[in-house]
């Protein structure tokens, strides 16, 4: 028996339409397409990495240094959770993983990635400790950091006690298939994420006075406005477009645009440092 194409698969999830596995125009470029968007992800998130592990060597400013690995940070966090996401669901199809493995696999570590990347919001808003000019500011931001964080620890764990307990979930079956649907409960920690990084990050770019540290920022800022375009597709927010093609599109063209704001980010910090070639 052929196996269930991707396209196929990830409506199926959301529809419970029964599997059509012959021959079509969308079943050659669908796979390509994504396997394509995907790698493109990875690669431009390591290659973001790198630039920020060696701006952070060739920076003096202890606040710099910190929004360095923050960026990178982010950048890992951001390619792990849609690179494993894409392989799971490859195994899934494959037959290899069954659909409540494949969720509650792809969530837990999509809540570790968002932890990276929430962590990426904190270097970059609150780069250092005590590094307000007043101590009333000084105290203020540590409240502000530690309600972040106990704000994201409680949504992951309401996430994980719907995530956990498979009488939560919605399953549905056709014939001998069995679909297990997603619930939206199960993307709450990564939307507070995003949430966080859109409300603090332009912020804390409208403060500095410095033009490559707001630029960083402003780049950091327009990451955080295109991922939410994406998960709304992919938890269902955006309703089904009609075309399982498009639909994938609406989704990863945004994640593939935010790749890149992370990479202008870094590149932004780079320019900062006293012997950087881009200056």
Same mark, same amino acid.
């Given at each position: ?22 021959? &079509? ?17 990875? /690669? ?56 409540? !493995? ?55 764990? !309401? ?26 409960? @199960?993307?709450?920690?990564?939307? @507070? ?27 950091? &800022? ?9 998960? &709304? ?6 309703? &089904?477009?009609?075309?399982?093609? /498009?639909?994938?599109?609406?989704? @990863? ?9 992370? =990479? =202008? ?6 320019? !900062? ?7």
């Amino acid at each position: 028996m052929n196996p269930v194409p991707l396209f196929q698969l990830t409506s199926n999830l959301a529809s419970g339409a029964t599997p059509n596995v012959g021959p &079509s125009l969308e079943n050659t470029i669908f796979d390509p397409t994504l396997y394509a968007l995907t790698a493109l992800i990875g /690669l431009v998130a390591i290659l973001t990495a790198i630039i920020c592990v060696r701006t952070r060597g060739m920076l003096s400013d202890q606040g710099q240094r910190s929004r360095a690995i923050g960026t990178g940070m982010s950048a890992l966090g951001y390619s792990i959770v849609l690179v494993a996401a894409i392989s799971l669901l490859t195994l899934m199809r494959d037959g290899v993983v069954s659909g409540f !493995i494949y969720l509650q696999a792809e969530f837990i570590v999509a809540y570790l990635a968002s932890a990276m990347i929430l962590y990426g919001v904190d270097k970059t808003v609150f780069p250092m400790k005590g590094s307000a000019s007043r101590p009333s500011n000084a105290r203020r931001e540590i409240r502000a950091r530690a309600a972040i964080w106990a704000a994201f620890f409680v949504s992951v764990g !309401i996430a994980l006690a719907y995530l956990l307990n498979p009488s939560t979930y919605t399953v549905t079956s056709t014939g001998l298939v069995q679909h297990v649907a997603q619930q939206g409960v @199960f993307w709450l920690p990564a939307f @507070f994420t995003v949430v966080v990084g859109a409300l603090t990050v332009p912020v804390f770019a409208v403060r500095r006075s410095d033009g490559a540290t707001r630029r960083h920022a402003i780049y950091l &800022s327009l990451f955080f406005f295109l991922v939410p375009i994406g998960m &709304s597709k992919e938890s269902n927010l955006i309703p &089904s477009l009609g075309d399982p093609l /498009l639909d994938m599109l609406v989704a @990863f063209v945004p994640f593939t645009a935010a790749s890149f704001c992370l =990479l =202008l980010s870094a590149t932004r910090l780079r320019r !900062i440092a006293p012997d950087s070639p881009f200056r």
